[in-house]
């Protein structure tokens, strides 16, 4: 498979032991099938970006207005981040400090409402995001909240039903999820909020990629705020970025500042410059025509993976995908989600256990998978190639019918154990292993084979 693009040469010496870290997930990012849908590769230079000087600069505040001295070029970075942004997408506010998603979508929720009020999202099991909402999360524990679900019968939006949580009179509403395989009516979301002059915040991370490719449709619209990750399809650094829409600042001209308030000093410190500077390399490699193919060729393996695995006797959650990502619901074959995700990592194919619509189980055993093919696209792979994944996921999971969990906590201790101990022995999934390595040294891993 050749040798890592990185020497390495003074790590080795410095921390051996980390250098052999590295080594090791280096050998198994590019022997296994990476199909967590939020997972992706980056390009080697948005890594080489991210190991760079700007690491060592402390740059708390913004642009031409920091509380530190010898920000004179980390404020041009910050700003060809934001420029490229406002182009990219069309909007005319950015902030690209926010760490992660998580810490963003907490930004917007206390920069535009007031402790107390309302907040209206998807709810976890039904696709959506803990802090959309969620009581574990700043925003279910600072806000009130309301909650809407996929229809029982489709298990796709149903936007009438959704309507009928404005009764709940929302003053922020949010579209946009985590485990939704459908296209998003942002149009429809729009008039939702509307009728109760609720904002509305599309939370595109999945996404953004696929906006950006011209193969969803995009929120900038319909939303007065938009949040997205930078990994993910866009294939970036893990970072965020929040962005104010022409709707939005129309609304309320003092939008973005008060979203730039929520995000420093109302939540984080310095912004991670290394990682600003990746996360314009991202957005300079998104704005290209190549990048367009990258994207519909997601949705097209994703679509290729999903009639595979229907033709394998699989449930998907809504019967398909829109998009890039895909919920097989495991309810029939009777296994935990959780038992069928260690079993595929057994076999090579690394994804998450997830809840599905109307899931019986608790989150950590709930009934479903998460699958998704941005990370493959990637590396090259196309429609034929799922076939082919599709077919091994099928089997992996075969092997692995029948594994109950037992509601006593001590029981299911000692299932998990007989269970782990038997499937690192299973001649069957072993071999799938084998076809799987062997299979996957075909495709190069970027960042790390170039």
Known sequence: MGKSYFSYSTLKKTSPKIFKLIQQEETRQKQVLEMIASENYTSTSVIETLGSVFTNKYSEGYPKRRYYQGNSVVDTVEIYAQDLAKKLFGVPHVNVQPYSGSPANAAIVMGLLKPGEKLMGLALDQGGHITHGLAVSLSGKFFKTAHYSVSKKTRQLDYDEVEAVLKAKPDLIICGFTAYPRTIDFARFRKIADKVNALLMADVSHITGLIIGGVHPSPVAYADVVMTTTHKTLRGPRGAMIMVTDRGLKRDPEMGKKIDAAVFPGLQGGPHDNQTAAIAVALEEASKPSFKKYASQIVKNAKALAERLVKNDLDLVSGGTDNHLILVDLQRQNVSGKLAAEALEVAGIVTNFSLVPYDPMPPFYSSGIRLGTPALTTRGMKEKDMIKVGDWIARAIKEVEGYVLP??????????????????????????QKEVTTFAKKFPVPGIDS
């Open 407 to 432: 509601a006593d906590k001590e029981d299911r201790l000692e299932l998990l154990k007989k269970f782990r101990g038997d499937i690192v022995k299973n001649k069957n999934l072993l071999k799938i």
